[in-house]
């Protein structure tokens, strides 16, 4: 109890280093220790008998009772609070957990024109629904490009071609396909990830202009991550920012809002560089043409040859696949995909998902990646520009079991 003596020895109490609570069996000590002053040492207060029985269930509902008051202390601050306490001390910073979005895909649909889909659903192939707009009209050219939204929310994906079944039979209607893969939607801001967040928000009143955007941007609603780059010098730099020029590199969130926080926060006369480009008005009403980049996915796959040990089996694979697909879109913008660091996720060393014992299940002879999965696999890794970001479907990890 950090050497200070409490007010009591069954009660929380808080000093100058925190809050502190005695443990269950500190209170179930006292209370046996009161128990024979009262009655004589030679009760019998052991666990089996009536009495002993009794101090438990005093000990318990103590130390309960001291549980919640730490719970209680914690709440108050952004760095120990849970759950609706966290999400009633980051008010303090003007935020709010991020909800979960839904995942997106363009969705070519074909069929006899003039037919009219009416809440339209369809299906990729883990059986998740998408939805169409609420009334689509195949006109003359017999096909038509729409949005399809997915109904389970948070990061599913879906490549090219996943979402193909029709789930609402319409007459006239005949073939539906997502052209593109899915934007993935994000999911429920987690305690973790909200903790960051606001401790980059703290950074919107710091001595630096550049911490002061990149914490004003990464507190909007659906933005999952920024980088930001500067050039200060007077010519074009290696990473071909222009001169005197700042770059955002932003994932999620709404593009107008990006362009809006960055103008309100940047400097006079400074450019910012990028191919996401919106012209924004300042308090005056004049309008600013502010730009940032979303970065572009550069998709990976990764081939895995492995010896099978006893106890190794497809579920097994498929956590290798998983792990290794978790750590590639783990990185974030910029970051190389370096080959000799993907032996660590492919042994499952940061899965705790993994079946117990897993790792020592298999033996891997040989891996290769390549961009894009349907490249030439090689050992040698894989640049990622600034502007980048390294992808990687778990369907796109291959396993080849000798």
């Known amino acids: 109890m950090s050497g200070t003596t409490p007010i009591s020895p069954t009660s929380a109490y808080v000093d100058a280093t925190g809050i502190h609570a005695p443990t269950f069996a500190d209170i179930q000590a006292f209370l046996i220790s009161q128990f024979q002053a009262i009655y004589g040492a030679d009760i019998v207060v052991s666990n089996d008998s009536q009495d002993g029985q009794l101090i438990g269930v005093f000990s318990l509902a103590l130390a309960d009772i001291n549980a919640a008051c730490v ?48 809440n339209g659903i369809v299906q990729d192939t883990p059986s998740n629904n998408w939805a169409l707009p609420p009334s689509v009209t195949i006109p003359p050219t017999g096909e038509i490009t729409v949005t399809a939204t997915c109904r389970v929310p948070g990061a599913i994906t879906a490549p090219p071609g996943d979402i193909s079944r029709i789930a609402t039979v319409t007459l006239g209607w005949q ?140 579920i097994v694979g498929k956590s290798i696949s998983d792990e290794v697909s978790r750590y590639i879109n783990a990185m974030g913008s910029g970051q190389e995909v370096v080959f000799s660091k993907l032996w660590m996720p492919a042994n499952l ?26 490249g030439t696999y090689g050992t040698v890794n894989i640049p990622i520009s600034i502007f980048q970001e390294a992808t990687c479907q778990s369907s796109d990890v291959i396993i080849t079991v000798v």
Do not use: W
């Not at 043409?289 to 040990?309: M, Q």
């Not at 940061?350 to 390549?370: E, F, K, L, N, R």
């Open 349 to 374: 060393c940061t899965d705790t998902g993994a079946p117990i014992g897993a790792t020592g299940t298999y033996d891997i002879t040989a891996m290769t990646i390549a961009s894009p999965p349907t």
């Open 175 to 314: 073939s539906a396909t997502n052209t593109e893969a899915a934007v993935p939607g994000a999911p429920t801001e987690n305690d973790a990830q909200l903790r960051v967040r606001q401790a980059q928000s703290t950074a919107l009143p710091a001595l630096s202009v550049l911490s002061g955007i990149s914490g004003a941007v990464a507190s909007l609603l659906g933005v999952q991550a920024v980088t930001i780059y500067e050039n200060d010098t007077s010519a074009t730099d290696s990473r071909g920012l222009p001169p005197h020029s700042v770059s955002l590199v932003v994932k999620g969130g709404d593009s107008m809002d990006i362009c809006q926080t960055i103008l309100l926060k940047k400097t006079p006369g400074c450019y910012t560089y990028g191919s996401t480009r919106h012209s924004v008005n300042d308090i005056y009403g004049l309008p600013h043409d502010i730009g940032f980049f979303i970065p572009t996915n550069v998709p990976v796959g990764v081939h895995i040859t492995l010896r099978a040990l006893p106890g190794y089996s497809t």
């Open 71 to 118: 719970a209680v202390y914690n709440s108050f601050s952004p760095s120990t609070a849970q759950g609706v306490g966290l999400s009633s001390m980051v008010k303090i910073n003007g935020m709010a957990r991020h909800i979960p979005t839904y995942s997106s895909a363009p969705m070519l649909l074909i069929g006899v024109a003039g037919t009219v889909i009416n």
